[in-house]
């Protein structure tokens, strides 16, 4: 349903509201079109794959709007690691070629989330950067979308968060980067190995099998005050065989644009994609 977002200057932000449903499963999820229809129940711990799509449009028309919006995945109140995502719209003028029309957009992500007590709350949350140049900024109920699937429990997953420098600042921008998870707990199932001593950046496949991966980055506040900057972060997975070379995967890349004017001018500083890969 319509649902304007609230503005980062206010400190708040807007859960989206589901009011119909294609399929529920009541066994694993609870959900109510009329009461609290943003919130979503996984009724048992364990593994969930959640795929969200959230369709933004800018309601009042003018020159050089800029708005940053980000969406965020939380489960019972916390922000899910790896579940913010952020999509840029800038309208410039009431009619497409004028200077620059992107009224329209969307967030997408894809996010393993783990429910570690029963009946906890799902919510997917719209935030923007900054009210500055007052534009009204809804959901478009039209390309909102939200898929939770129930991960069997003898399957087995790993999920890393990174806890590099604030800012852009361990982001190259000549060449790619690996991220480290150094923060995270060492991993070791019969699919996964990761020991952090090791490698910081790596995470070793044990069994010669089909695996899903998924990656995101959030990168906030990148830009020094005075604006005007223009930032494109890219993201992508590389795959080293056993006893072969390290290559980028020609398939599986995100990134997100962003073109900042400023603090508190339009401000639009964050950025943030997801990319998906099978190997």
Not at 25 to 33: E, I, L, R, V
Not at 144 to 169: D, H, M, R
Not at 236 to 260: C, H, K, V, W
């Amino acid at each position: 349903t319509t649902a304007l977002i609230p503005s980062n200057d206010t400190g708040t932000s807007r859960a989206v509201p589901y009011n119909s449903q294609d399929e529920i499963d009541a066994t694993s999820f609870g959900h109510s079109t009329a009461t609290d229809p943003e919130q979503i129940t996984l009724k048992s711990a364990g593994h969930y794959l959640v795929l969200a799509n959230t369709g933004i449009h800018i309601l009042t028309k003018g020159a050089n709007r800029r708005n940053c919006l980000s969406q965020r995945i939380k489960l019972d109140g916390t922000s899910v690691v790896g579940g913010e995502t952020v999509v840029y719209l800038r309208n410039s003028s009431g009619a497409d070629g004028a200077g620059g029309l992107c009224d329209e957009g969307s967030a997408s992500v894809g996010v393993l989330v783990e429910a570690t007590a029963a009946n906890s709350i799902l919510t997917v949350e719209m935030q923007r950067d900054s009210s500055a140049d007052n534009s009204v900024v809804s959901v478009d109920h039209t390309r909102t979308g939200l898929a939770i699937v129930k991960l069997p429990s003898y399957g087995e997953y790993i999920s890393l968060g990174e806890s590099g420098a604030s800012n852009n600042a361990d982001i190259n921008t000549a060449t790619a980067d690996s991220r480290s998870f150094a923060s995270q707990t060492n991993v070791s199932n019969p699919s996964f190995t990761y020991a952090s001593a090791t490698s910081a950046s790596q995470v070793v496949v044990n069994k010669a099998e089909d695996f899903l991966f998924l990656g995101s980055h959030q990168v906030e506040d990148y830009d020094t005050p005075g604006g005007g900057i223009r930032t494109t972060i890219r993201q992508g997975f590389q795959q080293t065989p056993s006893g072969g070379s390290a290559a980028a995967l020609t398939y599986g890349e995100g990134g997100a644009y962003n073109r900042d004017q400023g603090a508190g001018n339009q401000a639009s500083r964050d950025s943030g994609s997801w990319a998906a890969a099978v190997l």
